[in-house]
């Protein structure tokens, strides 16, 4: 069953995660950077009091994306005790609503958003990506 999308266009993309997983969007003027993280690991920000490891969601799907500099939005995405956050830069975010994904999946046609676009969309297997952004984080610095 289809469930309401947050859905971010990303360098020509787009990417989508469940609402139900969303805990919050953040704003923030820059993200500290974790000492000796690679890859797509960002930094780390506090989302009340609590760490968050932010990831960079352009860099997940093309590790030679040149991130942009300035304000940015981190999604933040929440369940099952893992926590996890995605720079999105300023890219544009915006939903799906179930209703619409009923609508397009029984006609076979793409997803479809509010304006009528029928691009389809990368759902975001963010519970993959908290495993190897963890995996980094553990072996980076043993030489594993």
Do not use: C, H
């Amino acid at each position: 069953m289809e469930k309401d999308k947050l859905v971010i266009e990303l360098d020509g993309t787009r990417y989508a995660f469940d609402t139900a997983d969303v805990a919050s969007i953040v704003e923030s003027e820059r993200i500290p950077v974790l000492p000796g993280s690679t890859r797509f690991v960002s930094g780390i920000i506090s989302l009340r009091g609590e760490p968050v490891t932010v990831v960079d969601l352009g860099k997940v799907f093309n590790p030679d994306r040149i991130g942009e500099e300035g304000p940015r939005r981190i999604v933040v995405v929440r369940g099952k005790n893992r926590i996890l956050g995605f720079d999105i830069g300023s890219a544009n975010v915006s939903f799906l609503w179930e209703e619409e994904l009923k609508g397009s999946a029984q006609e076979g046609k793409p997803a479809v958003s509010a304006g009528g676009e029928g691009r389809p969309y990368r759902a975001v297997d963010w519970g993959a990506l908290f495993d190897e952004t963890t995996r980094i984080l553990s072996t980076e610095g043993t030489g594993a």
